[in-house]
């Protein structure tokens, strides 16, 4: 994100705040506005370098089904049926291949991934959805969606998980683990 401070006085604290907040809760941050850089910022060229994945490039076709279902006797979210277990692996990646993984929901969604960045490959039977392009790291699932992603499995070997960004539902078991190595 780029801020243009510049109409505004040396000395001046500019703060944001949110107005959801309650007390200390509402300041999100402030900035203290300096003295002029003669530099003026220019944009470049090219912010980052983007590799489009191809579904050909996955050496595994994985799917998952987020869903509602029964933890513990009680009503909870579960992945293709389980509730979370730190000790169950639902995907074991190989680092530097990439796997398309299909997500399937029953309800509203929003799947995030840790460690590496994703691409939309299609929502249903069509192609990603209007604001789909580009990495993403949460998918937002609509009730009885389906969507495929493309993902690069880099960086480092380890542990991860992958989960419903609804707290109602991570916090009720819709969470798994994936490892690296």
Excluded at 13 to 35: A, C, K, W
Excluded at 79 to 84: C, E, L, R, S, T
Excluded at 86 to 112: C, M, N, Q, S, Y
Excluded at 146 to 159: L, T, V
Aim: hydrophobic letters at 40%; glycine letters at 8%; a negative charge.
């Amino acid at each position: 994100m780029i801020v243009d401070f510049s109409s505004y006085q040396p000395g001046t604290r500019v703060t944001l705040f949110n107005d959801f907040g309650d007390g200390n809760m509402s300041q999100v941050m402030s900035f203290e506005i300096g003295q002029m850089a003669f530099r003026p910022f220019v944009l470049p060229d090219r912010l980052s370098d983007f590799e489009t994945l191809s579904p050909a490039q996955a050496v595994v076709t994985r799917t998952f089904r987020f869903q509602t279902g029964d933890v513990n006797y009680e009503r909870g979210w579960l992945i293709d049926g389980q509730p979370f277990s730190p000790t169950a692996i639902a995907a074991a990646a190989k680092l530097g291949t990439v796997e398309v993984w299909r997500l399937l929901a029953d309800f509203h969604h929003p799947v995030h991934l840790h460690l590496n960045p994703f691409q939309v490959l299609s929502r249903g039977i069509g192609g990603p959805g209007a604001f789909d392009a580009g990495w993403k790291d949460t998918i937002d699932l609509r009730p009885s969606e389906e969507a495929s992603i493309a993902i690069r499995f880099d960086g480092y070997a380890g542990k991860y998980v992958f989960h419903c960004h609804n707290l109602e539902h991570e916090d009720v078991s819709m969470m798994a683990n994936f490892t690296t190595h």
